[in-house]
T-cell receptor, first 109, second 115 residues
Framework: GQNIDQPTEMTATEGAIVQINCTYQ??????LFWYQQHAGEAPTFLSY??LDGLEEKGRFSSFLSRSKGYSYLLLKELQMKDSASYLC??????????WGAGTKLIIKP | IAGITQAPTSQILAAGRRMTLRCTQD?????MYWYRQDLGLGLRLIHY???????GKGEVPDGYSVSRANTDDFPLTLASAVPSQTSVYFC??????????????FGEGSRLTVL
């Protein structure tokens, strides 16, 4: 079966660094996405990885290891506005997205 | 305005009633999707359309139908609503994966309560 696993909730301190992990099992693999979703709002695209390695985009970076079926999202210099849910999604061989339940990130001052 | 628009944003509905959620995009994306989002669960795909005139079933299609008469519109219909269809519904659009990163653009969501 296809599955995406990520922690339900994490807490971090403003100004710190946090790493949100995601493991995936998909039928075939065409990439791994991270989306951000603030409470009561729509998901918005953060990153896409299809090759192994780290993709950096400002304060956010995303890492992929295809051999391990593993990805993480790294958020640096945390700000209060980063409090949100972070959704991991794998793109399978049929180009359909398989979504994790999301990780709720709570930022404390 | 550019983007993807859903209506209504919120609706309370009696069980057994018929309801259509509307979705319109002006980005000329080929693919459109309907998801439902429930607490503790990931986004679950209801139906999708890779291009105008074609539709496909997702993970949880029962009780829902869609049509794709043109590129811009992708309505979702609940023929006879049941309480288990209480959820937040998101419409999304994007290029068919393979053309680019497959990034999806989401509407603001429709919160539906079936009593």
């Amino acid at each position: 079966g296809q599955n995406i696993d990520q922690p339900t909730e994490m807490t971090a301190t403003e100004g710190a660094i946090v790493q949100i992990n995601c493991t995936y099992q998909t039928s075939g693999f065409n990439g791994l996405f991270w989306y951000q979703q603030h409470a009561g709002e729509a998901p918005t695209f953060l990153s896409y990885n299809v090759l192994d390695g780290l993709e950096e985009k400002g304060r956010f970076s995303s890492f992929l290891s295809r051999s391990k079926g593993y990805s993480y999202l790294l958020l640096k210099e945390l700000q209060m506005k980063d409090s949100a849910s972070y959704l991991c999604a794998g793109l399978d061989s049929n180009y359909q997205l398989i979504w994790g339940a999301g990780t709720k990130l709570i930022i404390k001052p | 305005i550019a983007g993807i628009t859903q209506a209504p944003t919120s609706q309370i509905l009696a069980a057994g009633r018929r309801m259509t959620l509307r979705c319109t995009q002006d980005m000329r994306h080929n693919a459109m999707y309907w998801y439902r989002q429930d607490l503790g669960l990931g986004l679950r795909l209801i139906h999708y359309s890779n291009t105008a005139g074609t539709t496909g079933k997702g993970e949880v299609p029962d009780g829902y139908s869609v049509s794709r008469a043109n590129t811009d519109d992708f309505p979702l219909t609940l023929a006879s609503a049941v309480p288990s269809q209480t959820s937040v519904y998101f419409c999304a659009s994007g290029e068919v994966a393979g053309a680019n990163t497959g990034e999806l653009f989401f509407g603001e969501g429709s919160r539906l309560t079936v009593l």
